[in-house]
Nanobody, 116 residues
Framework: VQLVESGGGLVQPGGSLRLSCAASGFTFSSYVMRWFRQAPGKERELVARITSAGDTTNYSDSVKDRFTISRDNAKNTVYLQMNSLKPEDMAMYYC??????????WGQGTQVTVSS
């Protein structure tokens, strides 16, 4: 099982990034996919989730209206489009695969730095 995040980097405040998470080794289309983030000294925070079919999405208040989660089940990939980035969005971003009664899977994370 692998979840491999990519797309992180350095961006100026107000800029955009698109994170990707490529999954393999499990039935991707059966799992809810989630993006978490963790800043130094803070707890891991759920940012966004998308149902297995991609028909429902949810966001934390801190990113609502700025971030968009999506998935392509044919490509076993989940995305996080991040717009209007703020310094407080700076964190390590992790993707997570969740299914009731099954093992959770985590990626290794991708760093997002927001700074001028």
């Amino acid at each position: 099982v692998q979840l491999v995040e990519s797309g992180g980097g350095l961006v100026q405040p107000g800029g955009s990034l698109r994170l990707s998470c490529a999954a393999s080794g499990f039935t991707f289309s059966s799992y809810v996919m989630r993006w978490f983030r963790q800043a130094p000294g803070k707890e891991r925070e759920l940012v966004a989730r998308i149902t297995s079919a991609g028909d429902t999405t949810n966001y934390s208040d801190s990113v609502k209206d700025r971030f968009t989660i999506s998935r392509d089940n044919a490509k076993n990939t989940v995305y996080l489009q991040m717009n209007s980035l703020k310094p407080e969005d700076m964190a390590m971003y992790y993707c997570n695969a969740w299914r009731l009664g099954r093992t959770n899977y985590w990626g290794q994370g991708t760093q997002v730095t927001v700074s001028s």
